[in-house]
């Protein structure tokens, strides 16, 4: 059974920092591509930052340079590190793996709240 659990979470304010954790089990993980998605009340989901197997990253144009996605495959996590938190970030924020080559491998957490507010 795949589970992808999410922690981290809570209310911050505004310049503040954040740090997510998703801990994978149920894959090989060092296998899959991990990535943070979010959604905010009323809008649509979209792609925060991504990681391949190979560590490659990538981020959504708002958050560069102010957030960081890394990978612990030996405890098979994986972390985004946010910092300078603006109310815009706040949303659902979701871990997402899919396996780098069999694409119908592709699987969800739960997602964990942020809220950045004075």
């Known amino acids: 059974q795949v589970q992808l659990v999410e922690s981290g979470g809570g209310l911050v304010q505004p310049g503040g920092s954040l740090r997510l954790s998703c801990a994978a089990s149920g894959i090989t993980f060092r296998f899959y591509s991990m990535a943070w998605y979010r959604q905010a009340l009323g809008k649509q989901r979209e792609l925060v930052a991504s990681i391949a197997s190979d560590g490659t990253t990538n981020y959504t144009a708002s958050v560069k340079g102010r957030f960081t996605i890394s990978r612990a495959n030996a405890k098979n996590t994986v972390y985004l590190q946010m910092s300078s938190l603006e109310p815009e970030d706040t949303a659902v924020y979701s871990c997402?793996?899919?396996?780098?080559?069999?694409?119908?491998?592709?699987?969800w957490g739960q997602g964990t709240q942020v809220t950045v507010s004075s």
């Open positions: 997402n793996a899919i396996h780098r080559t069999l694409y119908a491998y592709n699987y």
